[in-house]
Nanobody
Framework: VQLQASGGGLVQAGGSLRLSCAAS????????MGWFRQAPGKEREFVAA????????HYADSVKGRFTISRDNAKNTVYLQMNSLKPEDTAVYSC??????????????????WGQGTLVTVSS
């Protein structure tokens, strides 16, 4: 499986963006998917994760109610809809997956496959 993230850009506070993570490989639909972000000078942090079921979602407290993760298995793509963006959401966002995630969806070390990041900049 290979991942390709896209959709980042510059947006004003309060605005919205939708990130996409396109996956190659048929095993994509068998794995949990996660989004992480890393701001300059900070550690990578968990944003959201999605299990095999559309209702099996998890979010960091900082984005709960504003971000929505979803997947389209027919398109082998995972999305992160980001609404009500804040300047503190500015970061490089990366998608990830792998067979070892299980219940440890917030731990980057459990993800074996990473896409390249896409930069999201939120201006105040």
């Amino acid at each position: 499986v290979q991942l390709q993230a896209s959709g980042g850009g510059l947006v004003q506070a309060g605005g919205s963006l939708r990130l996409s993570c396109a996956a190659s490989g048929r095993t994509f639909r068998n794995y949990k998917m996660g989004w992480f972000r890393q701001a300059p000078g900070k550690e990578r942090e968990f944003v959201a994760a999605l299990g095999l079921s559309a209702t099996n979602t998890h979010y960091a407290d900082s984005v709960k109610g504003r971000f929505t993760i979803s997947r389209d298995n027919a398109k082998n793509t995972v999305y992160l809809q980001m609404n009500s963006l804040k300047p503190e959401d500015t970061a490089v966002y990366s998608c990830a997956t792998g067979p070892r995630v299980g219940n440890y969806y917030s731990q980057p070390s459990r993800y074996d496959i990473w896409g390249q990041g896409t930069l999201v900049t939120v201006s105040s």
